[in-house]
């Protein structure tokens, strides 16, 4: 099925062609129309979405940065009680989508809302434009910076900080001149995914009413698709960049931390109270905050009753539909994903060269571009396209190729991962014993590979929940999933019904990324030598590991 020669060689290639179709299609569009493509670049209307993107993303990466680097430190470094409690708390924002913060934050300032009701407080302006989105992005991302940084953190060497703290460094200077420098990778690491993030961002902006680029490619989709094309051109060059230099920074963290050692863990002090009302009000803000504006539009919607009989509220078993689609769809998206990554993955891995770099690079590229990029590149493909291709428009099976095209790069590294996991000494003892390659593969390799190869479709599946952009362009008429009603509710201010699918999804994605991230990361930390503890085998005796790779 999956072997060494040319034929294995010729369906990888085949299956990343795929990944590479949305942005070859947007360079060969955009280059047909050269004219078109300068007069949009040239116009103000890219200027000025271009600059509130590029504004946008670093003021959140910035914060994001500074957010979590903070918790990180506090909870990694210091003799916090209850580290596990507060990792697991500051990690669990990952489970809520932009646009449903984006929600929450307006459900919450809204007349009638619970900033109203349960504060008294009527005076206070809605939080939207520039402001609600860095305050709903920075909330929503910063795990992305404390999870790599609390990595990186547990496995510092204590020499330069016992080195510094002998000159008389206090524990702030100790921290912003050795510490901060060490971990500099994880953190421009993270700060990178975040500003990938920010700039891809559609459902949290467009509800927040701020003018991006992805706000204006989605709204010149219909009226000026020349336009629309420029402008998704220029977002995925700018994505495929910070990707680019994401990748770098991860690698060089990876490096360093082949200098790991047991860290020092420094007493709180008088600043105790301050440390534990730090990482209060994050997860307040952050997790419990959103949490409770849905509950309390959820709640009140229920009280209250709706004379809609379409609506959840008076059906709570019209759930049951959306609940069924996104499950559905995510499942299939996983398994597909998992079909076409696997030969990529052998590939790469046990033919390491030129091509293999070049199909797993293309394989993150389509990670790199935008959802909404990518569901638009499909959409004008597809419309223009006569013949079998032109069918294919808002059709299942579109929609699935999207998600697997755009999220793929999820399973690629865990995929990578199991490959080079199953030893090629017992494929030589297969075959010497006259196993067929099918024989081979389903017998012996296939039974490693499984574990590594779920937590790949694991990935894809969480993602492909709370997708957005791609499942309003590419959905069959009459197709919804939980991430559809809560944007067409929240567009007609149907708080209420918002909030009922918003806690749904919530809870979907809740479980998946304790499985898939919160879990794993909490037990490799707890599996880190604490300092005075043994080392443990496999390790130096200053606590160093060897890297283990990573997805993107």
């Given at each position: 099925m999956i072997g060494r020669g040319w034929g294995a060689t010729a369906l990888a290639v085949a299956l990343t062609v795929p990944f590479a179709l949305p942005f070859a299609y947007l360079l060969v569009r955009n280059a047909q129309d050269l004219g078109g493509l300068w007069d949009a670049v040239s116009d103000d209307r890219l200027v000025g979405p271009l600059l509130r993107s590029l504004g946008l993303g670093i003021a959140v990466s910035a914060a994001a940065a500074a957010l979590g680097t903070g918790a990180a430190w506090l909870v990694a470094r210091t003799e916090v009680r209850g580290r596990r409690i507060w990792a697991l708390l500051l990690c669990l924002p990952l489970v809520i989508p932009s646009f449903v913060g984006a929600v929450a934050l307006i459900a919450a300032f809204s007349p009638g809302g619970l900033v109203e009701d349960a504060l008294g407080i009527s005076w206070l302006p809605e939080l939207n434009g520039f402001l609600g989105a860095f305050i709903?992005?920075?909330?929503?991302?910063?795990?992305?910076?404390?999870?790599?940084?609390?990595?990186?953190?547990?496995?510092?060497?204590?020499?330069?900080?016992?080195?510094?703290?002998?000159?008389?460094?206090?524990?702030?200077?100790?921290?912003?001149?050795?510490?901060?420098?060490?971990?500099?990778?994880?953190?421009?690491?993270?700060?990178?995914?975040?500003?990938?993030?920010?700039?891809s961002d559609f459902g949290a902006v467009q509800l927040l009413r701020y003018d991006t680029l992805t706000r204006a490619i989605y709204a010149d989709r219909l009226l000026d698709p020349i336009t629309s094309m420029a402008?998704?051109?220029?977002?995925?060059?700018?994505a495929v960049t910070v990707v680019a230099l994401e990748r770098r920074s991860s690698r060089v963290g990876l490096r360093d931390q082949a200098r790991a050692g047991s860290p020092l863990m420094l007493p709180l002090g008088r600043a105790a109270v301050a440390a534990y009302g730090f990482l209060a009000l994050v997860i307040g803000f952050a997790l419990v905050a959103p949490i409770a504006v849905l509950g309390y539009w959820a709640i009140r919607g229920f009280v209250r009753g709706s004379t809609d009989s379409a609506s959840v509220i008076s059906d709570p078993g019209l759930i049951t539909g959306p609940l069924l689609s996104t499950v559905g769809v995510s499942v299939v998206a996983a398994l597909v994903t998992i079909v076409m990554i696997l030969p990529i993955a052998f590939r790469s891995v046990r033919r390491a060269g030129r091509l293999g770099e070049v199909l797993a690079g293309t394989v993150v590229g389509g990670f790199a571009l935008p959802g909404l990029v990518t569901a638009l590149a499909f959409v004008f493909f597809t419309l223009s396209t006569p013949g079998p291709l032109?069918?294919?428009?808002?059709?299942?099976?579109?929609?699935?190729?999207?998600?697997?095209?755009?999220?793929?790069?999820?399973?690629?590294?865990?995929?990578?991962?199991?490959?080079?996991?199953?030893?090629?000494?017992?494929?030589?003892?297969?075959?010497?014993?006259?196993?067929?390659?099918?024989?081979?593969?389903?017998?012996?390799?296939?039974?490693?590979?499984?574990?590594?190869?779920?937590?790949?479709?694991?990935?894809?599946?969480?993602?492909?929940?709370?997708?957005?952009?791609?499942?309003?362009?590419?959905?069959?008429?009459?197709?919804?999933?939980?991430?559809?009603?809560?944007?067409?509710?929240?567009?007609?201010?149907?708080?209420?019904?918002?909030?009922?699918?918003?806690?749904?999804?919530?809870?979907?994605?809740?479980?998946?990324?304790?499985?898939?991230?919160?879990?794993?990361?909490?037990?490799?930390?707890?599996?880190?030598?604490?300092?005075?503890?043994?080392p443990t085998q496999g390790e130096s005796p200053t606590g160093s590991r060897s890297p283990e790779p990573t997805t993107p």
């Open positions: 709903v992005l920075t909330l929503l991302t910063y795990p992305y910076v404390f999870l790599p940084v609390m990595a990186r953190l547990r496995t510092l060497s204590p020499a330069l900080e016992e080195s510094a703290r002998l000159l008389g460094r206090r524990p702030a200077s100790v921290f912003m001149t050795v510490v901060v420098p060490q971990a500099r990778a994880a953190i421009a690491a993270g700060a990178l995914l975040v500003f990938l993030y920010v700039i402008l998704s051109l220029v977002l995925g060059l700018l032109g069918a294919l428009y808002q059709t299942l099976p579109l929609l699935v190729l999207a998600y697997v095209v755009h999220h793929g790069a999820l399973a690629l590294g865990a995929a990578q991962s199991a490959v080079a996991g199953v030893p090629q000494r017992l494929d030589d003892a297969a075959r010497i014993m006259g196993r067929s390659r099918l024989r081979r593969f389903a017998g012996v390799e296939m039974p490693l590979m499984l574990p590594g190869l779920a937590a790949g479709a694991g990935l894809v599946l969480l993602s492909t929940a709370k997708e957005l952009p791609a499942t309003l362009l590419l959905a069959p008429p009459g197709f919804s999933t939980l991430a559809t009603k809560v944007w067409q509710a929240a567009e007609l201010a149907a708080f209420e019904e918002a909030a009922v699918f918003a806690l749904v999804l919530v809870a979907i994605s809740g479980v998946l990324t304790w499985f898939l991230v919160v879990r794993p990361a909490l037990r490799s930390w707890s599996d880190r030598p604490h300092p005075g503890a043994a």
